[in-house]
């Protein structure tokens, strides 16, 4: 059995772990990889209706990029902190 999962309703950020529905009718898990917000735009201001750039840039389970907007979301998992310290090679000792 697996533990329970907290689900969020605070936006996704990168790390996130999201579950989107796809445009042939299915479904795709996968981690957030880039937040487009600075970068979408009103059909007004892109002076059409098509090609309209998405928020979310999801990397799927299968390898697939997917963009997605934030409707298209249907769940979403905050990411683990991670609790080890980032190791470098900066260590004097390596370099004897």
Known sequence: MTEPVEITTTPPTIGDTLQVRRLEGGTATGTVVEDFADYLLTV??????????????????????????????????????????????NDISDKT
């Open 44 to 89: 007004p201001a892109a002076g059409r209706d098509w090609a309209m750039p998405h928020r979310w840039a999801i990397a799927s389970e299968d390898g697939t990029l997917i963009f997605a907007d934030d409707a298209d979301i249907i769940e979403h998992h905050k990411s683990e902190p991670s609790t080890t310290a980032p190791t470098t090679s």
